[in-house]
T-cell receptor
Framework: AAGVIQSPRHLIKEKRETATLKCYPIPRHDTVYWYQQGPGQDPQFLIS???????DKGSIPDRFSAQQFSDYHSELNMSSLELGDSALYFCASSVDATNSYEQYFGPGTRLTVT | RKEVEQDPGPFNVPEGATVAFNCTYS??????FFWYRQDCRKEPKLLMS???SGNEDGRFTAQLNRASQYISLLIRDSKLSDSATYLC????????????FGQGTELSVKP
């Protein structure tokens, strides 16, 4: 079965640079979520989109922005990167119509800021 | 206090053992509950949703006690491949939205 696809899988950036992470949800899933997992931490919710509209917002820094496109893929844009942004970034998708709200995670993008 | 709290780990058990994980959540309005497993440096994988009546999937049994705001996961006849971190997860909204994760309990199954 098709899963959530994320790219790139690994990214190394320097402080103050920008990064763009991409997420392709499971086919027919209409909702996309972004999570950040720091070393030794549990995943923290950043932001979500349903039908291309922002549906919920968590602890996402103002330096980050995201959007969902007409083909349902999503991008997380990160600017003025800081050392503390080094983390695993997961995208998850779900289909709201089933009312199960089960979220399926992609393999993640490991971002290292040096 | 974290919104979702789990037993601290790690749990080290022999193959074939039965192991139980417990979890409490603070938001009494929460509606959806899940157990995920996460292998080292990989994505969380949905193990099972947790329903009010309790549910079972093979060797795995999940229970929910809304009055006590308590969730449990029982693994019977544990296998080496069950070694992972088990995450108790709550969706507080009863709609598509953020998941709140517990800190996870590490399980190590030994031969």
């Amino acid at each position: 079965a098709a899963g959530v696809i994320q790219s790139p899988r690994h990214l190394i950036k320097e402080k103050r640079e920008t990064a763009t992470l991409k997420c392709y949800p499971i086919p027919r899933h209409d909702t996309v979520y972004w999570y950040q997992q720091g070393p030794g931490q549990d995943p923290q919710f950043l932001i979500s989109f349903y039908e291309k509209m922002q549906s919920d917002k968590g602890s996402i820094p103002d330096r980050f922005s995201a959007q969902q496109f007409s083909d349902y893929h999503s991008e997380l844009n990160m600017s003025s990167l800081e050392l503390g942004d080094s983390a695993l970034y997961f995208c998850a998708s779900s289909v709201d119509a089933t009312n199960s709200y089960e979220q399926y995670f992609g393999p993640g993008t490991r971002l290292t800021v040096t | 206090r974290k919104e979702v709290e789990q037993d601290p780990g790690p749990f080290n058990v022999p193959e074939g053992a039965t192991v139980a994980f417990n979890c409490t959540y603070s938001n009494s309005a929460s509606q959806s509950f899940f157990w995920y497993r996460q292998d080292c440096r990989k994505e969380p994988k949905l193990l099972m949703s947790v329903y009010s009546s309790g549910n079972e999937d093979g060797r795995f049994t999940a229970q929910l006690n809304r009055a006590s705001q308590y969730i449990s996961l029982l693994i019977r006849d544990s296998k080496l491949s069950d070694s992972a971190t088990y995450l108790c997860v709550v969706n507080p909204y009863n709609q598509g939205g953020k998941l709140i994760f517990g800190q996870g309990t590490e399980l190590s199954v030994k031969p």
